[in-house]
Nanobody, 126 residues
């Protein structure tokens, strides 16, 4: 079992930056692919970024490519999402997720992730 707790969300002006963190419990974190997803009101949950267990492979949604960086610190059981040049369209609840299958290649589909955090709200004002 893995428990995930996100933090770092908040209100920011357009063009600003935020760094989201996701603290994981459980001994399997270091072997788990981790992902970030987001869900805006009235919309489906969508992929934002994913990182392999070693940190060597990273994928980004086209909408976030060049504006965000996913990283992880396995010693701290934490994954991060640095977001820059934020737009009002980035407003959403951001979720951290973990793949239960050890050492799996990162996936972009929410169905591939077993464990989810409660989410952290990101609001970007224009």
């Amino acid at each position: 079992q893995v428990q995930l707790v996100e933090s770092g969300g908040g209100l920011v002006q357009a063009g600003g930056s935020l760094r989201l963190s996701c603290a994981a419990s459980g001994r399997t974190f270091s072997s788990s692919t981790m992902g970030w997803f987001r869900q805006a009101p009235g919309k489906e949950r969508e992929f934002v970024a994913a990182i392999s267990w070693s940190g060597s492979t990273k994928y980004y949604a086209d909408s976030m490519k060049g504006r965000s960086t996913i990283s992880r610190d396995n010693a701290k059981n934490t994954v991060y999402l640095q977001m820059n040049s934020l737009h009002p369209e980035d407003t959403a609840v951001y979720y951290c997720a973990a793949d239960a299958r050890p050492y799996f290649t990162p996936r972009r589909s929410a169905e591939d992730y077993t464990y989810w955090g409660q989410g952290t709200q990101v609001t970007v004002s224009s």
